[in-house]
Nanobody, 120 residues
Framework: ELQASGGGSVQAGGSLPLSCAMS????????QAWFRQVPGKEREWVAV????????FYKDSVKGRFTMSRDYAKNAVHLQMNNLKPEDTAVYFC???????????????WGQGTLVTVSS
């Protein structure tokens, strides 16, 4: 079970941390990802961590602003979002799966969404 937390409202330029607790999932045995979705648009990937010795991949629009990391003590993944922009407003979802990829159908396990709202 994946449980996302940390969404909220912030002004442009601000920061928000997101977390996703992953029960029953070994971090090194699965790839993890964050996706986001705006109403009326398709869900898009934001950041991806491969399995062991993880490689990190970031969507171009968030590079240098977002950082994804693993927390082995809490068996969770985090997404630190800095210098937020209004276009980052979306529902954010965490995901995990046996394989790494940029498409949502790659991931078997999903958390509930958490809303991030960035005002200008």
């Amino acid at each position: 079970e994946l449980q996302a937390s940390g969404g909220g409202s912030v002004q442009a330029g601000g920061s928000l941390p997101l977390s996703c607790a992953m029960s029953g999932i070994t971090l090194d045995g699965h790839a993890q990802a964050w996706f986001r979705q705006v109403p009326g648009k398709e869900r898009e990937w934001v950041a991806v961590l491969s399995k062991s010795d993880p490689s990190k991949f970031y969507k171009d629009s968030v590079k240098g602003r977002f950082t994804m990391s693993r927390d082995y003590a809490k068996n969770a993944v985090h997404l630190q979002m800095n210098n937020l922009k209004p276009e980052d407003t979306a529902v954010y979802f965490c995901a995990a799966g046996r394989f790494v990829g940029l498409l949502e159908n790659v991931y078997e396990y999903w958390g509930q969404g958490t809303l991030v709202t960035v005002s200008s």
